[in-house]
């Protein structure tokens, strides 16, 4: 029965909750491993159902195929402890493979969002719906541990946000792999206490997972894993899910090209789903680096350098899609052309501190990609506003005349 679920890949993983459900030859499951109750979705439909027994030598159970239904499930998974702080109750991971990858994506319900997820949503791709355990401490809280034979290490991402505070939105307080870094903090464990408790799990489930393999004929076992884990209030550890995996054979070919030497994907590549990216803001996950727009626009932008440089002229709350990107060529290039106005009338200048209005010809002309270097004093030359520069535009009352090229002014000798 085991050999229907293949122990290797990347993204999510849910055969390696069977092996662990799985018993070994005193009849338990998995030792030391705790699981939230982990609903895992074949084919659109809920294919097993597994859950941390109440009774403390019960281990890992499975609920029966009659025990699948919608009803069932949305019952069991929104009856959160009455301490609770947040109204998170469950989490569906899926992943799929794209031209960039695998790609996880993780989404977030509330009540109304896990019954809505129920009934209504397609579960396109192959994952699981677990139940959301509340984490220790401030905010939410995610393990993740890398293991193999001779390297273990545990990394730990907390989000900055109380799970109780409600001026945030739900989706901004529980992302933490899988939202951007500004949400989250991210430290290796050093407390060796809890990276020792983890480190045992982490060889009970490769040591039960080998017997398994063995049982059904194969000789090979867990070589490299990269797992997921929580902490709850209780400083009970709980494993969630599993995002990379590979095994070996125990009969080590004497051609060390034949060895599986694919390294397990410790950066997953996770993210929220697109309707969820609009409450992350441009930041979020799987968007580094782009400035992608909120569905609605909202004033929630202050221009800070122009707070700085302008004072009361350009400070103000604007809307964050205005914002642009510029580079510190731009940069550079703006404050080279204007040089000479400041030595001119530094008054008549906004960013050089004067109370001067900003010009209709203040626009700046592309920079040249081909500016040549300076003379060997280190300056070029010209001074005020009547130099010319490398370019050869003039310089008319301290600005360049139009059409010509930027500028390049220096500092009156002396």
């Not at 959160?80 to 991971?93: D, F, M, R, T």
């Amino acid at each position: 029965m085991v050999g229907h679920f293949p122990l290797e890949g990347d993204g999510c993983v849910p055969a390696l909750f069977h092996y662990i459900w799985s018993k070994n030859s005193i009849k338990q499951s998995c030792p030391l491993v705790n699981v939230p109750d982990t609903v895992v979705y074949k084919y659109r439909q809920p294919a097993y159902w597994y859950f941390t027994s109440k009774d403390p030598s019960g281990g890992i159970k499975m609920k029966n195929k009659s025990n699948l239904g919608n009803v069932k499930v949305e019952e069991s998974l929104c009856s959160k402890p009455a301490a609770s702080n947040n109204e998170v109750v469950a989490y569906y991971i899926s992943s799929e493979q794209t031209p960039l990858g695998m790609q996880t994506t993780i989404e977030h319900f509330n009540v109304d969002g896990l019954r809505d997820f129920l009934y209504n949503h397609e579960k396109e791709n192959n994952g699981i719906l677990q139940r959301f355990v509340d984490s220790k401490g401030y905010g939410n809280t995610l393990f993740r541990a890398i293991w193999s034979p001779n390297v273990f290490h545990v990394e730990r991402r907390a989000n900055r946000i109380d799970m109780a505070d409600k001026k945030y939105s739900m989706h901004q307080r529980v992302v933490t792999f899988e939202g951007g870094e500004h949400f989250s903090d991210t430290l290796t464990v050093t407390d060796t206490l809890l990276g020792s408790q983890i480190q045992r799990i982490c060889e009970s489930i490769v040591d039960h997972c080998g017997y398994q393999l063995h049982l059904q004929g194969d000789a090979s076992h867990i070589s490299r894993m990269v797992l997921h884990f929580k902490m709850d209030d209780h400083s009970r550890i709980w494993f969630l899910w599993c995002s990379s995996i590979r095994t070996s054979s125990d009969e080590i070919p004497a051609d060390t090209r034949l060895r599986d030497t694919t390294p397990v994907d410790i950066h997953t590549q996770l993210s929220v789903p697109d309707s969820i990216r609009r409450f992350l803001g441009p930041r979020s996950a799987g968007e580094s680096g782009s400035r992608s727009q909120s569905a609605s626009r909202r004033a929630e932008f202050v221009c800070g350098p122009c707070q700085l440089v302008h004072g009361d002229l350009c400070a103000k709350v604007v809307d964050a899609s205005r914002k642009c990107e510029i580079t510190y060529k731009m940069v550079i290039a703006y404050h080279e052309h204007h040089r000479a106005d400041v030595a001119a009338d530094p008054e008549a200048v906004p960013w050089a501190g004067g109370d001067g209005e900003l010009q209709d010809d203040d626009d700046l002309d592309p920079p040249d990609d081909d500016l040549s270097p300076p003379p060997a004093g280190g300056r070029w030359g010209g001074a005020g506003g009547g130099g010319e520069g490398p370019g050869g535009g003039a310089r008319r009352g301290g600005r360049a005349a139009r059409g010509s090229a930027p500028t390049l002014a220096g500092r009156s000798g002396g």
